[in-house]
């Protein structure tokens, strides 16, 4: 089983439906994916668990963690980070074999099709790139 990080700076939003579009969609084909912030904010976003359960990807397992937290699933085979550059400073993590960056803007705060919005650029993008990276 190959493993993805997924890092932000809240892990409340853009990473949690990251983390959630990966297991759904590559882990039968062997990947694991996780997710974890900088400075979690210690609650998945509403509208982020909504637009997941929405798309029947929603876990109770998922939640605003730490990268403390993800640690003991180290070494990671990826790391990608889903910060907006702009606005956001990503966090970088030492334990994996690679690290990308690939910005989305955070929905948090803004209308649920917003999410939505975020929800199928991260299904389009970040698949692609875990794809091309470790199949």
Known sequence: MKKVLIL??????????GEAVINKELNSQGIKAF?????PSGRVNPNAKKVLK????W??????K??????????FDLVVTVCDNAKEACPMYSGAKKQVH???????GKEYE???????????????LVKKELL
């Open 35 to 39: 997710s974890a912030g900088s400075n």
């Open 102 to 108: 690939l910005g989305f803007e955070d929905p948090d």
């Open 54 to 57: 929405a798309h029947d990807a």
């Open 8 to 17: 932000c700076t809240g892990n409340s939003c853009r990473s949690i439906i």
């Open 66 to 75: 730490t990268i403390e937290e993800v640690d003991s699933e180290a070494p």
């Open 59 to 64: 876990s109770d397992s998922y939640y605003s």
């Open 114 to 128: 917003e999410f939505e919005k975020t929800y199928d650029l991260i299904q389009e993008q970040l698949l692609d």
